[in-house]
């Protein structure tokens, strides 16, 4: 299977996940492709589509949000996932955090079928009014390999076993 792992970053921490689930991917036997959500062109060539948005502010990353509408019409043939970034501590690792507003009307117009959030990361000297003083108490690295790894293996061996037709030999 050919996953295309689109995403929206502002300060790299977003960009971070998307590997791991590129990773993640590999290693159970896909074919994946990361790539900035604003440099996507096209949809036609993969068979699966997992975007990954930054939060802030309960706010998707724009590129992620423009992604998903630019390419609403190809998206809703494919199987999808939204995937958020942000929560500054182990909140994601510990339980199910929902979809912002934002995020579940966009999952609604694809037909995601599903959507997850993993921890963020926020670095010590981040730059910017907010950043710079929300990380003075709340910098570190939340994202969770084993949560990502966990994610992709239950829900890309349902998709693997539901692109697999049999043959008729």
């Known amino acids: 299977m050919r996953v295309l792992i689109a995403f929206g970053s502002k300060r790299g921490g977003t960009a971070g996940l998307a590997v791991m689930i590129d990773d993640a991917l590999t290693d159970a036997g896909?074919?994946?492709?990361?790539?900035?959500?604003?440099?996507?062109?096209?949809?036609?060539?993969?068979?699966a589509v997992?975007?990954?948005?930054?939060?802030?502010a309960n706010r998707w990353h724009r590129d992620?949000?423009?992604?998903?509408?630019?390419?609403?019409?190809?998206?809703?043939?494919?199987?999808?996932?939204?995937?958020?970034?942000?929560?500054?501590?182990?909140?994601?690792?510990?339980?199910?955090?929902?979809?912002?507003?934002?995020v579940q009307e966009m999952a609604r117009a694809v037909g995601a079928r599903g959507h997850v959030t993993f921890g963020g990361r926020l670095a010590p000297d981040a730059k910017g009014l907010?950043?710079?003083?929300?990380?003075?108490?709340?910098a570190g690295d939340w994202r969770d390999r084993d949560h990502v790894r966990r994610w992709v293996?239950?829900?890309?061996?349902?998709?693997?076993?539901?692109?697999?037709?049999?043959?008729g030999e």
């Open 153 to 167: 293996h239950r829900h890309f061996a349902e998709v693997h076993s539901a692109n697999t037709e049999p043959t």
């Open 64 to 102: 992620a949000r423009r992604l998903v509408r630019r390419h609403r019409a190809a998206l809703r043939r494919l199987p999808v996932w939204l995937v958020s970034s942000g929560p500054l501590d182990d909140s994601a690792a510990h339980n199910d955090i929902p979809p912002t507003k934002q």
């Open 50 to 56: 997992i975007v990954v948005g930054a939060l802030y």
């Open 130 to 138: 907010l950043a710079g003083v929300v990380a003075k108490n709340n």
């Open 30 to 47: 896909h074919q994946a492709q990361v790539c900035p959500a604003g440099e996507v062109n096209d949809v036609a060539d993969v068979d």
